[in-house]
């Protein structure tokens, strides 16, 4: 099933809303990273530039097969090898990788689903102990210019009591500012 307002507005206008250089470097996303894993790849906007930083191969999941294709199209164009991206619902088919298999996952304007709790712990398995799980979600502000419904919307408090309460994951970043319209947790598992 599709997550809550997880649809995309027009690939350019997309893209003029997220500084993608700015958010990889304050989350820290380097080649110091090798397999990481995406959900909802959506046009490509950080697929991309993840997997031309880090070590090994990004893979990538999205509900709708038109954004898997542009994404895939993308990587293609791009010369990009390491890009794995799939058709799958991750309500029903998992992330399409093995337990503790990742370095990182990343889970990027996607909070604000039915069951966050849920997915964040899932996003948690799939990566190893000592690896990251990045969050970036819009700012809980209702002029920002696009994001979800400020009824559903997560504030960072949130996202942290999340985690606590889940208790596979700690804070290893504090709370980044991620401008314009963004902010960031870089989490570490336990
Ligand atoms: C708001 S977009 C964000 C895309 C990308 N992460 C970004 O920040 O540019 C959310 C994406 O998640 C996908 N999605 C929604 N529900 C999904 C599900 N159940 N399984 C996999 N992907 C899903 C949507 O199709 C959409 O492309």
Redesign the pocket.
Known sequence: ???RE???PDEVF?ETL?DVKLILDRLGIDDTLRDVV??????G??TLPVARRIGGTLTT????PD?AARTTRRARDAGLSNVVCMV????ADGFGVAPESQDGC?L???LHCEEPVRLLAEGARTVRPGGSVFVIHWRFDATTPRGPSMAIRPKPENILEWAEQMGLLTNSSGVLDLPPWHYGIRFTRT
Request: glycine share 14%; aromatic share 14%.
């Open positions: 099933m599709k997550l997880s649809g995309m997309w997220l995406e959900l909802g790849c959506g046009y906007t950080f999941l999205d509900i709708e954004m799958a619902d991750v309500g990343l990027f304007n996607i």
